[in-house]
């Protein structure tokens, strides 16, 4: 989509929305009427404004092979995104975007792959299983990481189970704590790794989620051999313009919203898990 | 015995051990196995034996009256089951369930105490090997009072 004046929003339709958790939902955009769609490659980002209330920044959770509908999963924590709740089918929204950095796929082809997310940090990552869906042959062994706080925060929940069943991946679900039904994985999502499957020197890792997660599964992953310039992370921060003016969103010396939000790790390794930043 | 010691060998908790410490072991030693929901053992009893899983999966749990019993923890083929045999007052802490068959080695703990308190070499070799475990799951502990996913 490519718009005279960055910062000015283009209106589309909402399309569907769907109720995913007690917090957590999910806006189908209508974006068939832009010429070729919108175009967007997994682990971008798009400005969603919520007219008269603002914008936020959200990654794109669909399909990348699917031109016509672009697909964001929300929580609903601020004025905005709580104004994006509020949206039916119909109501209008402004996009600007996609921005951002992605995840290397076109790295990744013919080598092993270690998905890991926690919470709605399996948002970003949707798209890249949809791709890997659709050229499963062109990857080696992919594994699939996810912890949430319990069976009920459980997001994509139905999806995990067809992914699973799809065959061609390993999906494993854990939960901080379940109640006595709960027959799946229990305890935090780096306790998986121990259980994954892959040729450490030709895999590629991706991580989606809070940050102290991210820290301690890095540690799993380079643990199991895996190295540092193949573990990629998105990252989340403040952002405001997305195109690196305002530079609400740095970080050290990078612009989250420019620069990543997708980072190989080295890249922000001198700037993770300072304290200040 | 040499049969059981065979079998107490596989397991990773017990990777190259000596052969001496091993014949301590094994007298202490018995096959188990439990029936899908049946409760290795119950918050509040006495610790009288831990566990090394060769099959099936056990839930740890805490009972919460309103809330019912909470999986707190899953352990699994390979894994060891309990520590609260190794310090006093020898209570568990909660409760250890079957999910599906368990097939288990057993180990009496006041027999391994009695051993590790004359032999203190051997006492020293198995705290060797649980002190990692305990961090680990100290560890997972701390990440889960986090509450990383929630709502921020």
Known sequence: ?277 | MEDLKHIILEHPFFAGMDDEHMDLVAGCARNMRFRDGEFLFREGEEADTFYCLRTGEVALEIHSPHQGAIQIARRRAGDVVGWSWIVAPYRWYCDARAIGEVRALGFDAVCLRNKWETDKVFGFEMYRRFVPLMLASLQATRMQMLDVYGRR
Request: glycine content about 14%.
């Open chain 1, 1 to 277: 989509m490519a718009a005279a004046d960055p910062l000015r929003p283009l209106p589309v339709p909402v399309r569907a929305v769907r109720r995913e958790l007690e917090d957590v939902f999910t806006l189908d955009l209508d974006v068939s009427a832009i010429p070729g769609g919108i175009a967007f490659s997994p682990g971008q980002f798009m400005m969603l404004y919520a007219f008269g209330v603002g914008e936020a920044p959200i990654s794109i959770s669909g399909d990348p092979h699917d031109g016509q509908t672009l697909v964001h999963t929300i929580r609903a924590v601020g004025g905005v995104t709580r104004a994006l709740w509020e949206l039916q089918p119909g109501d209008v929204v402004g996009l600007r975007g996609p921005y951002g950095s992605a995840w290397p796929l076109e790295a990744a082809r013919g080598r092993d792959l270690v998905i890991v997310a926690g919470g709605i940090g399996l948002a970003p990552l949707r798209p890249v299983i949809c791709h890997l869906l659709r050229q499963r042959g062109d990857y080696g062994r992919v594994e699939i990481c996810y912890g949430a706080r319990s069976p009920g925060d459980i997001l994509y929940e139905a999806e995990l189970r067809r992914w699973r069943e799809a065959g061609g991946m390993e999906v494993r679900v854990t939960v901080d704590h379940g109640g006595r039904g709960w027959r799946g994985d229990v305890g935090v999502v780096t306790d998986l790794l121990a259980r994954v499957r892959c040729n450490p020197a030709n895999t590629l890792a991706f991580v989606c989620g809070p940050e102290v997660m991210m820290r301690f599964t890095l540690r799993g992953l380079r643990g199991l051999g895996v190295a540092g310039d193949a573990i990629h992370l998105s990252m989340e921060r403040n952002m405001h313009c997305a195109v690196g003016f305002c530079g609400h969103c740095q970080l050290g010396p990078l612009f989250i919203c420019k620069d990543g939000p997708v980072f190989p790790w080295p890249r922000i390794a001198p700037f993770f898990g300072i304290r200040e930043l």
